[in-house]
C-alpha cells in the first residue's frame, strides 16, 4: 500500500487524502485475514499511549484515521506531515459507496432490534447494490457471541459494520480476528443510529471546525473534565518534541 503512515507521541496515524481512499480501501480489501479501520479521537489515541488491548488493536489496524483536530494539531507540533480528518459517519458513506460501487457486501452487528431493522432498510435504499448478507443485535448475551462469530465467517462480507451494544468496540473483532476469514471491521458507536434517523448526525460544519466536542459537551456536562486528559496529551506532546527524535 502507498498509504504514509506517521507517529503522534508513539501512537501511529495513517495520511489518506480523499482522493486515494477508494484505492486504499480496495487494496485492504485483496489482503488476506481480518482487516480492521480505527477512526482514532483524542481519547483512543491517549488509551493507545499505554500497552493494552487498544494499543495493540491501533498498531495492527489496516487503516488509521483520526477524527480529532487535536491530532491533526499534535503532528503539525511535532512537524509531522498533517493527516487527513474526516467525520466518521462521512466516512462510514464513503466506504459502503465504494464498496457498492464495486458490488461487495456487508453484516449489521449491533444496536436494539428496532434501530438495526430501520437502519438496514434505509441502507438497502440507499445503497441498493450492497448486499447485506447478515446482520445481528448488540446488547447480546455472551453465550450467543460462537454463533455471531460463524456466521460472520460463513458468509465472508467485504465490511463489518459494528454500532453500539458491542462491548468491547475496536477492540471486539481485533481480539477474535483469528476467527474470520476476510472482512474489514469498522466500529462507529453511532452507525445504526444516524441511519435509523434516531440520533442527529453532527453538522459538518460544527465537525469542520472542530466544535464536535462542545455539542456532547452540552448533552453531558460531566465531559468538561476530560480537559485533564487533554492537558496530559499537551504535556506529551512537548515530551515528544523536546527529547524524543
Known sequence: MSLKRISVIGVPVDVCPPEELEKEILEILAKPGTKQIVFLSIWKLLKATHKGDMADCVKNADLIIPISK???RGAKFLKKEVPNRYNPF???????????????T?????????????????????FPSLRIVGRYVGYYPKQIENDIISAIFKSQPSLVLISDGIKE???????????F????????????????????RIDEKTFNK??????ELFHNPFKIFLIFPLLWYLI???????FRK
Not at 462521512?90 to 461487495?104: G, N, Y
Not at 468496540?169 to 476467527?179: G, I
Not at 506529551?236 to 523536546?242: D, E
Open 181 to 200: 476469514s476476510s472482512s474489514i471491521f469498522l466500529y462507529y458507536k453511532d452507525s445504526f443510529g444516524i441511519f435509523s434517523e434516531r440520533v442527529k
Open 210 to 215: 472542530g466544535n464536535e466536542f462542545w455539542i
Open 106 to 126: 456487508t453484516y449489521l452487528l449491533g444496536s436494539y432490534k428496532k434501530t438495526l431493522v430501520k437502519a438496514e432498510n434505509n441502507i438497502r435504499d440507499t
Open 169 to 179: 468496540k475496536d477492540c471486539w473483532a481485533y481480539k477474535r480476528r483469528n476467527r
Open 236 to 242: 506529551l506532546l512537548v515530551f515528544y518534541k523536546l
Open 90 to 104: 462521512e466516512m462510514v458513506i464513503r466506504v459502503l459507496s465504494i464498496l457498492e460501487s464495486h458490488f461487495k
Open 70 to 72: 487535536s491530532i491533526l
